[in-house]
């Protein structure tokens, strides 16, 4: 169990060594309009006193696009999930559920690791969550369960700490749907 909970740290930790150039890569059209990103930059003057605008935006788009080190961007999950449904309405239901909660998650993840309320712990813990969702058959009620999870948080109506691996599932269906 402790090789586990090492591999999970050195996964949630990893990224964040990753160097961060001061360019903006191009934006992807795989990822939503910069607009919204940098109307949540301009209203931080906490973050945008750390960070630059182009450090925020590269970390929105590793958000939706993933890393080396962690593959299974928003873009990878939200994928998995609407291809797992078959009925149109299903489809088109569950896209704009991870689409808001694609842009409440990422516009406050890609901040300055001291400004941001939402970590990459979260991240990481509700990322193997909605895949873990996939193989239940519960993606849809998952989806709201994080979404009010991201609000309570973002309102402080929740503390952080009580973002844990089995907020969901158990720590060891999580681990086993992993490896």
Known sequence: ????HLILLLAILLPACAASPTKTAIWSDEVPAQSYFKEVYA?????NSRQTLEEYLLWVMRFYQG???????????????LLKNDTPERVAELKDKMERLGFLVSSEWAK????????????SIWGNALLKSLELGES????????????????????????????????????????
Do not use: P
């Open 1 to 4: 169990m402790q090789n586990c």
């Open 43 to 47: 209203q931080d003057n906490n973050n």
């Open 67 to 81: 890393t080396e080190l962690y593959a299974n961007g928003w873009n990878t999950i939200t994928q998995a999930i």
């Open 112 to 123: 300055d690791n001291q400004t941001r309320i939402i970590t990459t712990r979260h991240v």
């Open 140 to 179: 849809l009620a998952l989806i709201d369960r994080v979404t009010a999870d991201v609000e309570d948080l973002l309102a402080k109506r929740i503390s952080a700490e009580m973002i844990t691996e089995d907020r969901f599932y158990a720590e060891e269906d999580v681990f086993q749907y992993l490896n």
